[in-house]
Nanobody
Framework: QVQLVESGGGLVQAGGSLRLSCAAS????????MGWYRQAPGKQRELVAT???????NYADSVKGRFTISRDNAKNTVYLQMDRLKPEDTAVYYC?????????WGQGTQVTVSS
């Protein structure tokens, strides 16, 4: 089982950028698909981006063109570059496999975008 620790969140103005990191305690090289998820207050957790071991990426329509997922298998780290942030991007962001494994959920990292 891989333990995941998210970091990099914070408070940013609309239009700004943040880069989230997800550090894994073990190797993620064998994990085919890693994903970033988010949960806004009062809403269900949603998948926003996935990245395969081979480099294929997919994004939710709401973030397409603004967010970029990447993974460094040698460093066992997954990143989410978030540009042109909007207030509706405010949420706690998590990383996990895709589909997610229940035991892999970490604390997440809070992203707050002010208008």
């Amino acid at each position: 089982q891989v333990q995941l620790v998210e970091s990099g969140g914070g408070l940013v103005q609309a239009g700004g950028s943040l880069r989230l990191s997800c550090a894994a305690s073990g190797s993620i090289f064998s994990i085919w698909i890693m994903g970033w998820y988010r949960q806004a207050p009062g809403k269900q957790r949603e998948l926003v981006a996935t990245g395969t071991r081979g480099g294929t990426t997919n994004y939710a329509d709401s973030v397409k063109g603004r967010f970029t997922i990447s993974r460094d298998n040698a460093k066992n780290t997954v990143y989410l570059q978030m540009d042109r942030l909007k207030p509706e991007d405010t949420a706690v962001y998590y990383c996990n496999t895709s589909p997610p494994l229940p035991d892999n959920w970490g604390q997440g990292t809070q992203v707050t975008v002010s208008s």
